[in-house]
Structure formats: structure tokens, C-alpha cells
């Protein structure tokens, strides 16, 4: 078995849950819908292109080693928009119109600092997208990448690699990457692994949770629910 995998990190992330009202939470590690968006983004699918999208969710398989799950940073969020449905090219243009006509909407945004993550990938079928085209576009990305939000840039490379191995965690032991303790970054305890419930991963799961992080539909902005397995590794 063939593993893409590479590390994340940014001052800043912010991997959605689900969201209600005025509160937009984020989970502790990212969602398999974050890290298929930022793939996209560095192979250069747009968001209307829903048939590449499903295409991805197809293809991979996910899983993620929290190295550190970083601490909670909650933001109180103003911006300033205009009323009606018109669509604007440009935030400028957005704000051109009458004073008067500009509303402000509120939100509590959450975000995880100090996050470090080891992201895995892997076809779970035979697509046009190969791990190491997919390699190859992380490093030349189309889009700019970044960590859940566009507030959020990556602070470290990425430094994707193929790896083969059997099974996930032996994956995760061949895999070497820049120290980042040289970096002034603390090391942490217990590092915990989550990957999707029909994988191999060479460790017992101890929890199964269910996270609505499927893209049916990134312009409506819909999500179907997926297994996720769960274990602290030693």
C-alpha cells in the first residue's frame, strides 16, 4: 500500500464543526473535507466543480496524527456587509454602495494555535489523480493553501512524501520530516490517531465517532456523515 503523506502547521488553524447561528466552532484535528478541499485547491478544482470534488471523496482514503493539538483561541468577529442578494467581484466593491445600506453581522470563530498534524492518503481506487501527481501539485499548489480558513497560512513546508508500507502506523514510522524542536516547537505528549473506518491502521481503535465532513456539495455548502476510528498511540 501506497501512503501521501504530509505535515501541517500554521500559528493559526481552524477545522470546522458543525456550525449553528452565530458560533462557528472548530474541532481539534482537521476534517476529511478540509484537507480533500485543500488538495483541490492545489490541483486547481474549483469549488462549482462539484463531479472532481465527489471524484476526490471516491478516491482517498484519510487519516491524521495529531502531533499537537494546539490550545482554543475564540474570536469575536464583526464585518460589514451590504443588504440584498446582489453578488460583488471585490470586498471594495462590496463596500462602495451607501453607507446607510451597511449591516454588521457577529460571530464567535474558533481556532486551534500551535496546531501540528501528519495528514495520510491513499487510493482507495484507481482515479485520473495518482498520489504522486498529487505530491507534486501540493508542493506547486494551483491555489494558495491554507489551514481552514484563509485567515489561517501554513508556516511550515509540507514536505510530502510516499511512503510504502502495510499498514498506517507503519507508515507513520518510516516518515521523516524537518525536526521541528529545532524550531523552538515543544514537544508533546501522547499523539493521537484518527482515520476512516475502512482502513488498516495497525493499532486497536478505541472510539468511533461519526463527523459530517462528506462534500456532497461545496457551493450549497452540504455534508454527508463518514466513520471516523480513534486511538492514542504510544
Not at 93 to 119: C, M, W
Not at 174 to 197: A, I, N, R
Not at 210 to 231: M, N, V, Y
Amino acid at each position: 500500500m501506497k501512503y501521501l503523506i504530509f505535515r501541517l502547521y500554521g500559528p493559526m488553524s481552524s477545522w470546522g464543526d458543525i456550525a449553528v447561528g452565530e458560533t462557528r466552532p472548530s474541532f481539534a484535528h482537521p476534517s476529511k473535507s478540509a484537507i480533500l478541499g485543500l488538495v483541490a485547491a492545489a490541483m486547481g478544482i474549483r469549488r462549482d466543480e462539484d463531479e472532481k470534488h465527489r471524484g476526490l471523496v471516491d478516491c482517498l482514503g484519510f487519516a491524521v496524527q495529531v502531533e499537537s493539538m494546539g490550545v482554543v483561541l475564540a474570536d469575536y468577529h464583526t464585518a460589514q456587509v451590504p443588504s440584498g442578494k446582489e453578488l460583488y467581484c471585490t470586498r471594495r466593491h462590496e463596500l462602495s454602495g451607501i453607507k446607510s445600506d451597511l449591516n454588521t453581522i457577529l460571530s464567535t470563530r474558533a481556532y486551534r494555535v500551535d496546531g501540528l498534524y501528519t495528514v495520510m492518503l491513499w487510493e482507495t481506487k484507481k482515479s485520473e489523480w495518482g498520489l504522486e501527481r498529487i505530491q507534486s501539485k501540493i508542493e506547486q499548489p494551483e491555489f494558495v493553501l491554507y489551514l481552514g480558513r484563509k485567515s489561517c497560512p501554513i508556516a511550515l513546508p509540507l514536505e510530502a512524501q510516499v511512503i510504502k508500507a502495510d499498514y498506517l502506523v507503519k507508515a507513520l514510522a518510516k516518515v521523516k520530516f524537518l525536526d521541528v524542536q529545532s524550531l523552538g516547537f515543544k514537544s508533546v505528549g501522547q499523539k493521537m490517531l484518527y482515520w476512516d473506518e475502512d482502513a488498516i491502521a495497525g493499532v486497536i481503535q478505541e472510539h468511533v465517532f461519526e463527523r459530517r465532513d462528506i462534500p456532497l456539495s461545496r457551493g450549497r455548502w452540504q455534508f454527508s456523515t463518514r466513520k471516523e476510528c480513534h486511538a492514542a498511540l504510544k
